[in-house]
T-cell receptor, first 111, second 115 residues
Framework: TQLLEQSPQFLSIQEGENLTVYCNSS?????LQWYRQEPGEGPVLLVT?????EVKKLKRLTFQFGDARKDSSLHITAAQPGDTGLYLC???????????FGAGTILRVKS | ETGVTQTPRHLVMGMTNKKSLKCEQH?????MYWYKQSAKKPLELMFV???????ENNSVPSRFSPECPNSSHLFLHLHTLQPEDSALYLC??????????????FGPGTRLTVL
């Protein structure tokens, strides 16, 4: 059983469509991070959410941290082919410096 | 460019070979990490070093041996690996003890294939 469940595992959409990726857990985290990883590269941090209920926007990307700090979502508006990649969520505990990662969502945006 | 470099980027080795992966961070961080990334599985934390001291060994087989000579460099020594060890090995670094959230910065990874 994974501590962080991401859904969907794979998403293939047309350019211009909207999409939402979910990250769920039964554990409470001090913060949650979203990363994007392209083939042959390491994950690159997109955003860190810290406060329960927090919403952060990064251009067409909207990130939300659940009120109970157990779940998060990533919404992309008007997806572009450049958004294609593996999206990873990672939860941080209150103590120590360990992150627990979800298995990721592979997004493919077709032009 | 995240400030974390890894060499080599690709490595093919036999099960009897000995090789080493190298990671260097140029961010002035005090913590470094090794992760293993296999297809369709979450990133697996292998080792954590804080201030050059190993603080986490996540039940990693002894055929993987980490070394952290200083806060900027991290090595992963490999010997007598198995084909199931083939994966992308990622290095990351972070700054701990400043009250900030645990943001980790990743290198590009080494794609390892064990024949």
């Amino acid at each position: 059983t994974q501590l962080l469940e991401q859904s969907p595992q794979f998403l293939s959409i047309q350019e211009g469509e909207n999409l939402t990726v979910y990250c769920n857990s039964s554990s409470v985290f001090s913060s949650l991070q979203w990363y994007r990883q392209e083939p042959g590269e390491g994950p690159v941090l997109l955003v860190t959410v810290v406060t329960g209920g927090e919403v952060k926007k990064l251009k067409r990307l909207t990130f939300q941290f659940g009120d109970a700090r157990k779940d998060s979502s990533l919404h992309i508006t008007a997806a572009q082919p450049g958004d294609t990649g593996l999206y990873l969520c990672a939860g941080a505990w209150y103590y120590g410096n360990k992150l627990v990662f979800g298995a990721g969502t592979i997004l493919r945006v077709k032009s | 460019e995240t400030g974390v470099t890894q060499t080599p980027r690709h490595l093919v080795m036999g099960m009897t070979n000995k090789k080493s992966l190298k990671c260097e961070q140029h961010l002035g961080h005090n913590a470094m990490y090794w992760y293993k990334q296999s297809a369709k599985k979450p990133l697996e934390l292998m080792f954590v070093y804080n201030f050059k001291e190993q603080t986490e060994n996540n039940s990693v087989p002894s055929r993987f041996s980490p070394e952290c000579p200083n806060s900027s460099h991290l090595f992963l020594h490999l010997h007598t690996l198995q084909p199931e060890d083939s994966a992308l090995y990622l290095c990351a670094s972070s700054q701990q003890g400043t009250g900030e959230t645990d943001t980790q910065y990743f290198g590009p990874g080494t794609r390892l294939t064990v024949l």
